[in-house]
């Protein structure tokens, strides 16, 4: 993974606190909201949750899911592996208020563990500037038929 395209999906990411983790349950595709822990983006996301979740489970015989982002002009979708993590220090550095509210016991209890997420592949759409640049831009798209400005890429995140 190049540092730049790690740099482009980390600024993306960057403030989006609530990401959509996609699962393999019995064949359907199922998602459910988690707060990021690690914002520092390097192609892995991390998520305290509860090992008692069924989802949790469900990882050791599906592992490959997806993590979506969705901002106020950009979009991020993360294809990757995930795994459950029992590191203490870890899950005290990532406990938070904002944790404390959704999960019972703290960082002591051992039903809270960590998900670990590293990621294979990222696409983004990113469109420029600021609403009323957004704006603009569909009003020019509609008027000369012109295809709306804005990035959009794959990028291959596997590490060597």
Do not use: C
């Not at 563990?113 to 640049?133: C, F, Q, R």
Request: charge should be negative.
């Amino acid at each position: 993974m190049a540092h730049e395209d790690a740099a482009k999906i980390a600024g993306l990411i960057d403030g989006i606190r609530i990401a959509m983790l996609t699962t393999q349950d019995d064949g359907r595709l199922v998602s459910r909201p988690l707060a990021t822990q690690d914002v520092e983006f390097d192609g892995d996301v991390w998520f305290v949750t509860e090992r008692s979740a069924p989802w949790v489970s469900q990882l050791g015989a599906h592992p490959e899911v997806n993590v979506a982002y969705a901002g106020s002009s950009s979009w991020v979708s993360l294809a990757g592996t995930a795994r459950v993590v029992d590191d203490p220090d870890r899950l005290r550095e990532y406990w938070s208020a904002f944790t404390d509210a959704w999960l019972e016991g703290g960082p002591d209890n051992p039903d809270n563990v960590l998900v670990h997420v590293a990621a294979h592949s990222a696409e983004y759409w990113d469109s420029p500037g600021a609403k009323v640049t957004q704006v603009l831009n569909l009003v020019k798209a509609k008027v000369t038929g012109e295809r709306y400005e804005g990035d959009n890429e794959v990028v291959d995140l596997d590490r060597p």
